[in-house]
């Protein structure tokens, strides 16, 4: 015992000592992920057939904001959509009819993030405010008399997220940190510090043991966190660029990411590595949205070329392309029952495919 | 903190960071890529955005046909 604790505080704990120990470790882990990488995704789903013409149509267009459209979120009802824009506003629609049942005016441009509540009563919004505002939705009441601002970073808020109940809410900032507040009191429970650049994108493991979420940013780094401990469990390298999305496989052993240098990827928990890259040559802009059928086989790409590219996720093909819309792409999202798929785009309109 | 005592923190995060990696148990890629597999294929009967919809109608975004006139 004494000599290990001379170890540690004493010859080991010198930079050098520490670089050392680091680049030993790194070598080690990559052996470590090399050794395990048995098999291509390829060679296992080979034999899968290949997916026949499936037909996904413009179903409705959702037009109300005078900016660009930043963000969306399904409700957990299937029904209802929140979307926030460059211009200030969040609009909650309904989206079987197209219409729009609440508007709150933001102190700021730019709201580039907005989340539902799992119960359907409220939603939460910001961007350059720096803040995380919640808003109670009541038919009665404008939304914005009862608002409340949860959450603090020292930059603009990027994206946020419910956990399973309306009570805690998770944000990611350009501050480079992730935290998980009490919407209540406003309280910090924990931060999540790690990332070397602006956190873009998070989200939540559907696995009920999880306790995990993910996140994606600006450092090329998809961190995977545990939410009690506030550590970083496991981190994925490979984009060449900034990642602006990530979303979990619906099993929640692998997620998916979209980034600025054109490919999406596939990560898994639990090979530690990544198990399969999404990309053409001919595609060249970045990727800024990602989402998965819920069967898992497809990924949903929305681009800054306007278009959703749709990835069969077994094979690794292209399947479809959508010519969505007539600017980028910036947000999508599976509706909770797989029925729909919401864009989001900086031509002013939100559409829904099915 | 002096600049060299943050260097050290830094370092000594990165090399904490790298152990606590160099611990967890990994399986190899053949089996989990089999995981996916079988998770498409057991959630493949109700993926409506890959086999549509029973009926068509049962579409609710779908624009309801028929009386336009009122």
Known sequence: MATEALRIDGSQDTVDALSAEAANLKKKLE???????????????????NMTQFNMKARK??????????????????????????????????AFTTNKEHAVTMPTTWVMACSYGPTG????????????????????????????????????????????????????SGDSTCALWDVESGQLIQSFHGHAGDVMSIDLSPSETGNMFVS?????????WDMRTGECVQMFEGHDSDINSVRFYPSGDAFAT?????????????ADREVNCYKKESLIFGCNSVDFSVSGRLLFGGYNDYTVNIWDVLKGHRVSILYAHENRVSCLGVSPDGTALCTGSWDYTLKIWA | MNKFQEGLQQQRKVAEQLRLEAAIPRVRVSECVRDIKKYCEQNAEDDVLIRGFPRPGDNPFKEKGGCAIL
Request: net charge negative.
């Open chain 1, 258 to 270: 979209g980034s600025d240098d054109a490919t999406c990827r596939l990560f898994d928990l639990r």
């Open chain 1, 31 to 49: 052996e470590e992920k090399a050794k395990l990488a048995d098999m291509d995704m390829g060679e296992v789903t080979k034999k899968i057939e």
């Open chain 1, 216 to 224: 994606g940013g600006c450092d090329k780094v998809a961190n995977v």
């Open chain 1, 61 to 94: 267009v959702l037009k109300g904001h005078h900016g660009k459209v930043l963000c969306m979120d399904w409700s957990k009802d299937k029904r209802h959509i929140v979307s926030s824009s460059q211009d200030g506003k969040m609009l909650v629609w309904d």
């Open chain 1, 121 to 172: 009563d409220v939603v939460a919004c910001g961007g350059l405010d720096n803040k995380c505002t919640i808003y109670p939705l009541c038919m009665d009441d404008d939304p914005a008399t009862k608002k409340r601002a949860v959450a603090t970073h020292t930059s603009y808020l990027s994206c946020c997220t419910f956990t399973t109940s309306d009570k805690q809410i998770l944000t990611g």
